[in-house]
């Protein structure tokens, strides 16, 4: 995709280096299925400190290109977790399908692009029985290079895209789910896939109030005829 060119062209530096990115994506739904969710972009000291040589601004780099290009809508400020600095982007939806139109609306950017880093695809579907979310991970990097083998970008990139969802989790198959939370990691050097799907909780169902309905109906028939004959 043309957004990771920008990316490409650290790699060769940051391989050689002790420089790391980090990137965490967190997505919450309500039981309307609105919610909320917040994107990190981080850096290690080292990479803060080469920004800085090179002649940037600021120790975050081109990340201030990101901030600079968002729409309007998205929150964002400056982010600082352990060793790591960066940008915190946020934003609300009101329903799955306005979630998706401003996944796309960052990635008609080549600057807010980034932020979507490492997703190749992802989508959704919301129905009256379950929610599922799927989609897959890409590679960013040529492992195949011959000079620098797979083991050379052990620790560049640490990918984190979490999902927590109302109902019912039957997958993946997990035992021990907290606060009914998903979390699925990228490595930038292989691509995967992910899925989530969730079991709504509907007691109040259609077909069972029907059932209900019918049942009550003919005790009540029976009740009212056994009261006549007596």
Not at 84 to 106: C, T
Not at 118 to 137: H, K, L, V
Not at 170 to 181: C, D, R
Not at 217 to 225: H, K, L, N
């Amino acid at each position: 995709m043309k957004y990771r060119y920008k990316f490409y062209l650290l790699v060769a530096f940051l391989v050689f280096s002790a420089c790391e990115i980090k990137w965490d994506m967190d997505v919450e739904f309500y039981e309307d299925f609105s919610g909320k969710y917040t994107i990190k972009l981080l850096i290690n000291e080292e990479l803060q400190l080469y920004a800085l040589e090179i002649g940037e601004e600021t120790s975050i780099g081109s990340l201030n290109d990101i901030t600079n290009d968002l729409p309007e809508g998205f929150g964002s400020s400056i982010f600082q977790e352990d060793d790591y600095l960066g940008i915190l982007v946020r934003n609300d939806f009101v329903n799955v399908g306005e979630l998706k139109d401003q996944f796309e609306l960052l990635k008609s950017n080549e600057n807010t692009a980034l932020l979507l880093l490492p997703i190749e695809e992802i989508d959704f579907q919301n129905n009256e029985e379950e929610f599922r979310i799927y989609g897959s991970f890409g590679e960013l990097f040529d492992t195949e290079n011959e000079i620098i083998n797979q083991s050379g970008y052990e620790n560049v990139f640490d990918g984190r895209l979490g999902f927590k969802v109302p109902g019912n989790i039957t997958k993946p198959n997990i035992s021990n789910i907290v606060e009914n939370t998903i979390i699925f990691e990228a490595d930038g050097v292989s691509s995967k896939t992910f899925e989530l799907i969730s079991k709504k909780n509907n007691p109040i169902n259609p077909i069972s109030v029907s059932v209900a309905f019918v049942l009550l109906s003919a005790v009540y028939f029976f009740v009212r005829q056994s009261r006549k004959i007596k």
